[in-house]
C-alpha cells in the first residue's frame, strides 16, 4: 500500500501539538531540527521585498480563518508555495484545505466569494 504523502491535512492532535511546540522555538534551534528544509535564495528572486526572506522551512500550525480548523503548513509544501509557484512572503496559509477548495469551487461557478 502506498504511503500517502502527508500534507497536514487532518492532522492528529499529536501532530499539531508538536508543530506549536517546533514552531515556538528559537529560530537557532529551527534551523537544526530534523524537519526544517534548507531554502534555495536562488529560487527566491521574485521576492524583492526588502526584510523577511526564509531562509529554511518549518511546519507551520495555523487556525482555518473561516471555520476554525487547525491545519499544518507543511515545510515541503512552504518550499514549493515559494519555490516552485513563486508565492509572495506575504501570504501565509489562512484557510484549511476544505475551505480553500471551497472557495475555488465558487470562483469557478462565478460566484462572489
Ligand atoms: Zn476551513
Keep these: 500500500m502506498p504511503v500517502e504523502r502527508n500534507t497536514g491535512r487532518n492532522p492528529t492532535a499529536k501532530e499539531l501539538a508538536e508543530a506549536k511546540r ?7 534551534v529551527q534551523r537544526q531540527h530534523p524537519s526544517a528544509l534548507p531554502a534555495d535564495p536562488s529560487k527566491l528572486d521574485h521576492i524583492n521585498t526588502y526584510g523577511w526572506l526564509p531562509e529554511f522551512y518549518i511546519d507551520k500550525p495555523f487556525r482555518c480563518r473561516d471555520c476554525g480548523k487547525e491545519e499544518i503548513w507543511k515545510a515541503a509544501d512552504q518550499k514549493w508555495y ?6 509572495h512572503t506575504d501570504a501565509t496559509a489562512v484557510r484549511c484545505h476544505d475551505c480553500r477548495k471551497a472557495r475555488k469551487a465558487n470562483a469557478r461557478r462565478g ?3
Design 22 to 28: 517546533i514552531a515556538a522555538l528559537p529560530k537557532e
Design 111 to 113: 460566484g462572489n466569494g
Design 82 to 87: 515559494y519555490e516552485e509557484a513563486k508565492g
